[in-house]
């Protein structure tokens, strides 16, 4: 008897079979050791895909008045920060209560979600309790409130707007995330739709506050609008961002000895060291670094459905973790890996943001700091940067074990970390859109600091040009990049204040 399988059915056993294939023949997807790698291991080190680029870039001069343009500090916009609000009641003795929050995902959506807690808080004349962070699904880091952020500095930046307390009193004491997990409470708000607006919080929230004393909002992740908030509101949440939010102490200090040993190498031959710097001061340069955030990791590989060099092997390993993570729903895969790099909608590969910051003007001698979490691939995916910008440095390279020891293994004190040292930075680019890229834009946009945002569309039709010399690919980047190094860009209609600050927190003097 011979078996029928529809289109669907047979979609459905392929998936299945790239599901199971690693689970029943593990070793498939393991290296033999280093000289045999396996038939389908993912981490096969991919070959340069833009070797004659690459070639024009390693034997490639920049011109220093090209380097002195690159590095040179934004010049005065018009713009200006605002986040003190002015002509606003002081905070009354007596609030209507307190509200608390849960605050999923990473560093950087938690902070935009302490942000609004603030914000709805002033909106409701209610007591803010720390927000409390929930652990991490992906990094499984359950770093609180008070380990990360300087409670008391948050505290005291915000005394005369919001009243703000560190834990409940003894009467809510029961009013715990364990208490809202086992069960159907009054006290809790499930339902704030995504950007609520101020209204819906007076009308739903308020009441449970004024007969309960207490209003427990989870989930709160992007629970307030961006548009049609009083001004002082919209301030005070940039007040919040950009200044009541500072990391604890030592999360600073390993920062700065970060970007000291960045910009003072202590292994350096020393008379190299002081020929150099003998040359620096005669011309009146100024020690220069730059932080590139390479957001590369699995996740974003599989999700793109792109083809990244590493072969039928990586394919299949990207293609069997959307099944497992997304079972197949991913709009991307709809596409070609052409009409996806035409569109800008591929993250940039280690090699090709090398490529970029070269064409930019970056050289040899840059000295530049690697903020990312875990790249995919790892230090063969990476090999290529390195061989461009062999000055690159990351935490582990320019830090001890023992100085790591209160950060490591915890993704949020690393990302804060990353942030500290990206703030100090001369210019900060990031190889693809996200909540860190979006973060520390806005973040550099309030002060006026540089940035580079990476032309996705111009440079996926670049690499897609086998035959393009290393001439043409440079004057591309330079044109396509002239209006994207820190220009002020006011938020438009349903955009984030905290990437776009202007011109709700910034004003013209």
Not at 282 to 294: D, I, M, P, Q
Not at 441 to 446: E, I, M, N, P, T
Not at 489 to 508: F, V, W
Request: proline fraction near 6%; aromatic fraction near 10%; charge should be positive.
């Amino acid at each position: 008897m011979e078996l029928y399988f529809s289109g669907s059915q047979r979609a459905a056993i392929a998936g299945l079979f790239m599901v199971l294939l690693p689970v029943f023949l593990p070793n498939l997807f393991r290296p033999l050791g280093r000289a045999s790698p396996s038939m389908f291991s993912e981490w096969n080190a991919p070959k340069p895909r833009h070797l004659d680029l690459l070639e024009g870039a390693l034997m490639g001069q920049t011109v220093i008045r090209q380097q002195n343009k690159l590095w040179s500090p934004l010049p005065n916009q018009g713009w200006k920060p605002c986040a003190e609000t002015t002509n606003v009641p002081s905070v009354p003795e007596k609030t209507r209560g307190y509200i608390q929050v849960f605050l999923d995902g990473g560093l950087n959506q938690q902070k935009m979600g302490i942000c609004d807690a603030v914000a709805v808080a002033k909106i409701l004349n209610a007591t803010l309790v720390i927000p409390h962070l929930e652990v991490n699904p992906v990094w499984q880091d359950s770093s609180s409130f008070t380990e990360i952020f300087d409670v008391d500095h948050f505290i005291d930046a915000l005394h005369d707007e919001v009243s703000i307390a560190k834990e409940l009193p003894g009467e809510f004491s029961w009013s715990t995330r364990e208490y809202y997990a086992t069960g159907i409470r009054a006290t809790r708000i499930k339902t704030a739709p995504v950007h609520a607006s101020a209204n819906w919080y007076l009308d739903n929230v308020l009441p449970i506050l004024q007969s309960y004393g207490i209003a427990a909002i989870a989930p709160f992740s992007h629970r307030l609008t961006f548009d049609n908030l009083p001004t002082n509101i919209q301030r005070l949440r940039c007040k919040v961002n950009f200044h009541a939010l500072a990391f604890v102490p030592h999360i600073r200090a390993l920062g700065d000895t970060l970007v000291n040993r960045l910009l003072n190498p202590p292994n350096k031959n020393q008379a190299a060291y002081l020929l150099e710097e003998r040359d620096r001061i005669g011309k009146g340069k100024a020690r220069k670094f730059v932080v590139l955030h390479l957001r590369f990791d699995k996740d974003m590989a599989a999700h793109s459905a792109c083809d990244f060099g590493g072969g039928k092997a990586e394919k299949l390993a990207l293609a069997t973790y959307r099944q497992v993570i997304w079972q197949g729903r991913v709009l991307n895969s709809q596409f070609t890996d052409e009409e996806l790099r035409n569109q800008g909608r591929c993250p940039l590969t280690p090699e090709e943001i090398g490529l970029l910051l070269a064409a930019l003007g970056f050289d040899n001698n840059t000295r530049l700091y690697l903020a990312s979490h875990k790249v995919y691939g790892g230090e063969a995916r990476i090999s290529t940067l390195r061989q461009l910008f062999p000055l690159m440095e990351d935490k582990k390279s320019l830090s001890s074990v023992e100085e790591r020891t209160k950060v490591e293994g915890k993704a949020s004190l690393l990302a804060a970390v990353d942030y500290y040292v990206s703030m100090q930075s001369d210019i900060f680019i990031s190889a693809s859109p996200g909540n860190m890229h979006n973060a520390l834009v806005g973040h550099r946009a309030y002060l006026n600091m540089k940035i580079i945002r990476p032309n996705m569309a111009l440079l996926g039709q670049l690499f897609l040009n086998k035959s393009m010399e290393w001439s043409e690919f440079q004057r591309a980047v330079l044109e396509g990049h002239k209006s994207r190094q820190g220009q002020v860009r006011l938020r438009k209609e349903k955009q984030s204040i905290y990437t776009y600050p202007a011109p709700d927190c910034m004003c013209q003097p």
